[in-house]
């Protein structure tokens, strides 16, 4: 709802400190710690040792987005150029410490640290306050953009749109570092409408594939020591390194970009689900229609409603009559407030009463509905950059499970019906036996595979672990279909439901009809305590992901070798990157 709905609101970084924050923590005892520098007497863990004495460095805290991996007091350096991080790559390497890049720790997986590890020989290093330099070249062919690894999205976009250019597709939330978005091969929800032809330098499929050449930091065997080397895209060592989970250091990234362009997004929240998500051919408000006419769609459909909230972005050179100009971001302002009603009910769920579940998804629902009509965002118009982004980092913390299924295009309603007549089913049969696993939307947006032939310069390849990189023995999969639900940490059942959804998916999704991936970032390979745990899907349905139908010399098996020959002390690895990537 709006500033001006009458009763108190609560933010929802507030939101979650008192309630599902209270849930993540309790019992723990932990009192946060502010930052304590490097020879302070209040530091409580010991002092990495022969640290380099000008690198900045101190005790601070780390928390991932979702609040579920948390340590009051990591050693962190502040990087202020890439040759510092080479000097803590060396250091790391003759003490035998780690080096974790911390970039705005929006992240659910434990790519950074992993909860409960031992963080005794870890330092992280902070990329986002100093590795933050942008420079655009709209005068090279193509036109591109050089940042730290530590620069936002929001930065890079910001600085692209002063020079008239842009992307196609972004995260939702834009304060992300660049280097860690490339990480896990982070995404958007564009996708070309019937016909729709990218603009040149921009692609459809993940940002990792708009890179044209990247430093990392790596061994030297020759020098016996860690080095910055660049990567350009026509080098095949390059393809390992564009989506790497964390395995390398990059230190900086160039990008391509292409002429910005301005955009419409409506909202609707009066199509019932099975009318929009129905099946193939089906007549009415359907997804697959939207799709057609449009490419740009996204639903969110909360718990036990019936009608989700449909966002349709559509190419639009001048304003609508009806729309509503924007000349900045995030402009669904009710998003970060709750009104007291769905927090009082929020609070009831954390608690444990999870019989008020379809109540609290009805507030959610009506908390939108309220909020576009009271705002006046049902129908906006600006910048690319400003309709692309429409979550702040403040939004409510969610545990995700799900990922993306690859296929044809016709296959995208018979996709998403299948899978929402799945889920309703599910819940409907737990919620009959008085159980409520899941308390937060369902979202679902689309994209297109990796595609080499929108990189301008000579590419030898697509990102090895993307998960939306093309399979070369189905040319025909052109389409990534990202299907995700969320719920609140702590939330009992959880865990063994999102394993039951995410083993449903990945049997299902298979064979010659689809392929199914694990979303990096979110949640995956779960088992009835939580997500990261499950051995059989990390150590085999994994790297099938990334081996079926994909020559040997690509692919898991290179990547893992790549990982290997450019970090073979492991130095930028952690226990369970360990587990994953042996």
């Known amino acids: 709802m709006s500033d001006r709905a ?15 924050g209270a849930a993540v923590l309790a019992g723990t005892g932990w009192t946060l710690a502010g930052a304590v520098p490097l020879g302070d007497p209040a530091a409580t863990i010991p002092a990495p040792p022969d640290f380099p004495a000008d690198i900045p460095l101190s005790q601070q805290q780390f928390v991932n987005w979702a609040k579920t991996i948390r340590f ?46 031992d963080i005794g020989n870890v330092v992280l290093v ?61 995404h958007g929800a564009t996708y070309p409408a019937a016909g729709e032809t990218v603009i040149p330098g921009q692609s459809f499929g993940s940002l990792s594939n708009l890179v044209l050449a990247l430093t990392a930091v790596v061994w030297n065997p020759s020098a016996g020591a860690y080095e910055l080397r660049e990567f350009r895209r026509a080098e095949p060592e390059i393809g390992p390194l564009l989506a790497h989970l964390g395995r390398t250091f990059v230190t900086s990234v160039t990008l391509q970009a292409g002429a910005n362009y301005r955009v419409r997004c409506q909202s609707f929240t009066d199509i019932p689900w099975r009318e ?13 229609r939207y799709v057609e006419e449009h490419g740009r769609v996204e639903a969110i459909w909360f718990p036990f409603t019936e009608t989700p909230w449909l966002k349709i972005w559509s190419m639009s050179p001048e304003k609508p009559a009806a729309s509503r100009e924007v000349r900045g971001p ?16 929020l609070g009831q769920v954390v608690r444990g009463a999870q019989g008020v579940t379809p109540a609290f998804g009805a507030s959610q629902f009506g908390a939108v509905a309220a909020g576009l ?7 906006l118009w600006g910048w690319s950059k400003d309709l692309l982004f429409y979550l702040r980092a ?113 049997a299902h999704y298979s064979g010659d009809y689809a392929t199914f ?14 997500g990261y745990r499950d051995p059989g899907f990390l150590g085999s349905t994994v790297p099938a992901m990334y081996r079926t139908g994909v020559p040997s010399g690509q692919g898991w098996d290179a990547a893992l070798a790549a990982f290997e020959r450019h970090d073979p002390h492991r130095v930028f690895s952690n226990r369970f990157l360990d587990r994953l990537l042996p």
Not at 276 to 288: D, K, N, Y
Not at 520 to 529: C, I, N, T
């Open 6 to 20: 009458s009763g108190p609101t609560l933010s929802r970084r507030g939101l979650l400190g008192a309630a599902a």
């Open 72 to 117: 009051d007091a990591v050693w962190t350096a502040t990087a202020r150029t890439a040759d510092d991080v080479v000097r803590l790559a060396n250091w790391a390497h003759v003490h035998g410490f780690r080096i974790r890049p911390r970039g705005s720790m929006h992240s659910w997986s434990p790519l950074t640290l992993e909860a409960g590890q």
């Open 126 to 186: 902070d990329t986002m306050s100093q590795l933050n330099q942008v420079v655009v070249d709209s005068a090279a062919a193509p036109p591109r953009v050089t940042a730290g690894g530590g620069a936002s999205i929001e930065a890079i976009l910001t600085a692209l749109e002063a020079h008239g250019l842009g992307w196609a597709n972004s995260p939702a939330i834009g304060d992300i570092s660049i280097a860690g978005a490339l990480s896990i091969g982070a």
């Open 276 to 288: 929009l998500f129905a099946p193939p051919g089906s007549p009415g408000r359907t997804f697959e």
């Open 330 to 345: 995030y402009n669904y302002f009710f998003s970060d407030s709750l009104p007291e009603e769905l927090t009082d009910l």
């Open 373 to 379: 009509a009271a705002t006046g965002t049902s129908d």
């Open 394 to 506: 403040t939004t409510l913390r969610v545990v995700a499970g799900g990922g993306v299924v690859v296929t044809r295009r016709d296959n995208i309603a018979r996709v998403i019906n299948e899978f929402t007549t799945w889920l309703h089913e599910r819940m409907t049969h737990y919620a009959s036996q008085g159980q409520y696993p899941v308390n937060m939307p369902f979202e679902v947006r689309l994209c297109k595979i990796d595609d080499v032939d929108e990189v301008l310069v000579d590419a030898a390849g697509v990102p090895d672990l993307s998960p939306v990189r093309p399979r070369p023995d189905r040319p025909d999969w052109d389409t990534a279909i990202w299907l995700n639900v969320v719920s609140i940490p702590g939330t009992v059942g959880m865990p063994a439901f999102f394993r039951e959804m995410e083993q449903w998916m990945a």
């Open 517 to 530: 991936r694990s979303e990096w970032s979110k949640g995956w390979a779960f088992d009835e305590q939580g």
